[in-house]
């Protein structure tokens, strides 16, 4: 239960409350810090047996449990729920706050967690999270007690949440803002400047769990020539239809990279020279047959060349696997193109494959 007794006994006025949540939360951009925040400070004013932060799946468009505290949390973390079933998925809904004296009387309260964990959910409280007229998500408090609740700690709680979806929405904001500052313009793949971070994260992740991993870089053939007769604008739009075979060619714990020009790269996580090989060789198939911009009858046709190197098998370093493939793959500019090199360090050669 909350009181004005209680926010005294702890040294604060709901003003000084108000004032340090808009400091913490306006201070901190990460959004694990500003989720944690949120509901360290409600289990301290608010004392309730079961509170829980929920957000909005925007692909998936349902809510799922990012923060569940008190009784029996532990069986509802992996939990999700459909916008508009339940109190929680009503208040998102409907973006109003919702409060429960007896949720056993009401039709949009779903049983099925009290029958699975032998909880009893008496009262309950939703505020939506509300940035831009959108729904973020929402705060629930279970079995508070609402017979000691005044109108203003229900204000309370509702500045606290619009505080929590400003730095939610702002952590989002920058979140993106990051994310545009690894793309590439161009083909929104990740770019040369993020490639070395992704190398040094697949390398650490890959010497933890004893895995392989393989780099690919592949390099156009006479792309000079697309600029040249067809001008810039359709060679930009080319790269964008190779980056969207690059993508649909990997999996999604692959990466892809535009490097430079008409080059690109491919990590491909727990992989060995074999599956790299096979996939590469599906690439080079898929490009050879495929004819761009045929509804413009310009029906231009691209080839690339491509070299291929593994961690740990090759290389041990990140400048090493960036070397060794990149090497390769200029092997194969100078001896024909269209073709596929992948470098073996031990052995002291770039082995030729003939496909």
């Known amino acids: 239960m909350v009181n004005e007794k209680e926010f005294l006994s702890n040294g604060l006025s709901q003003y000084e409350i108000l004032r340090d949540i808009g400091k913490a939360l306006s201070s901190s951009l990460e959004m694990n810090e500003v989720l944690k925040m949120i509901m360290d400070f409600i289990g301290k004013y608010y004392k309730p047996s079961n509170w829980s932060l929920l957000l909005v799946d925007e692909e998936k468009s349902d809510l799922f449990f990012v923060i569940a505290v008190g009784d029996s949390s532990d069986k509802i973390k992996d939990k999700r729920l459909k916008i508009g079933d339940g109190i929680a998925g009503w208040s998102v809904k409907n973006q109003k706050t919702v409060t429960i004296k007896d949720a056993y009387k009401d039709k949009r309260f779903h049983q099925n967690f009290d029958k699975q964990s032998g909880f009893k959910t008496d009262t309950i409280i939703c505020v939506p999270l509300l940035n831009k007229g959108k729904a973020l998500g929402v705060i629930e408090l279970v079995n508070v007690d609402l017979s000691l609740f005044e109108e ?13 979806a400003i730095a939610l929405g702002n952590a989002r904001y920058i979140e993106q803002i990051k994310e545009l500052s690894v793309r590439d313009d161009c083909t929104k793949l990740y770019n040369s400047r993020y490639m070395v971070e992704l190398f040094e994260m697949e390398i650490n992740r890959s010497r933890r769990h004893k895995y392989k991993f393989a780099a690919v870089f592949l390099d156009l053939d006479h792309f000079k020539n697309v600029n040249d007769n067809y001008g810039h604008l359709i060679g930009s739009q080319l790269l964008r239809n190779i980056a969207d ?10 990466w892809a990279v535009r490097y430079g020009g008409d080059e690109f790269v491919l990590i491909l996580t727990e992989t060995g020279r074999k599956e790299a090989l096979l996939l590469t060789e599906r690439i080079r198939h898929r490009l050879n047959k495929t004819v761009f911009f045929t ?46 090199l992948v470098a073996e360090k031990e052995n002291n050669f770039l082995k030729r494959l003939i496909l």
């Open 152 to 164: 203003s700690y229900i204000d309370l709680l509702e500045t606290l949440a619009d505080f929590a």
């Open 245 to 254: 075979i690059l993508l649909s060619s990997i999996r999604k714990s692959d």
């Open 295 to 340: 509804e413009e009858n310009y029906n231009i046709k691209v080839t690339a060349s491509f070299g291929i190197a593994v961690y740990p098998d090759d290389a041990k370093t990140t400048d090493e696997i960036i070397g060794l493939a990149d090497h390769a793959m200029y092997k194969v500019k100078n001896s024909g193109r269209n073709n596929i």
